[in-house]
């Protein structure tokens, strides 16, 4: 099983910055993708970004542009940079894995990280 721990959440104004980050541990074979779901008050979750173990990206429409996915295969972590920030983009962020252990694949969530964009 795979532990995911966020970090890097908090309170930020309209157009600020922020950075999360998110670290992996347990022992998989491999993790194949990791990135960041987000879910605001009343919504569905939804996705944000996410980046597969060949370092190809995913992003949706909302954040193209502003956010910017990275990963550190060798720490299993992943990043998310934030810029630009709206009122919309107000939510908790989770985190997301999706790896393979010797009985199969498995996803693991971490516990959300709020981000609030307000002034």
């Known amino acids: 099983q795979v532990q995911l721990v966020e970090s890097g959440g908090g309170l930020v104004q309209p157009g600020g910055s922020l950075r999360l980050a998110c670290a992996a541990s347990?022992?998989?074979?491999?993790?194949?993708?990791m990135g960041w779901y987000r879910q605001a008050p009343g919504k569905q979750r939804e996705l944000v970004a996410t980046m597969a173990t060949n370092g190809n990206a995913n992003y949706a429409d909302s954040a193209k542009g502003r956010f910017t996915i990275a990963r550190d295969g060798t720490k299993n972590t992943v990043y998310l940079q934030m810029n630009s920030l709206k009122p919309e983009d107000t939510a908790v962020y989770y985190c997301y894995a999706r790896y393979t252990i010797p009985t199969g694949t498995r996803n693991s969530w971490g516990q959300g990280t709020q981000v609030t964009v307000s002034s």
């Open positions: 347990g022992s998989p074979d491999i993790i194949w993708i």
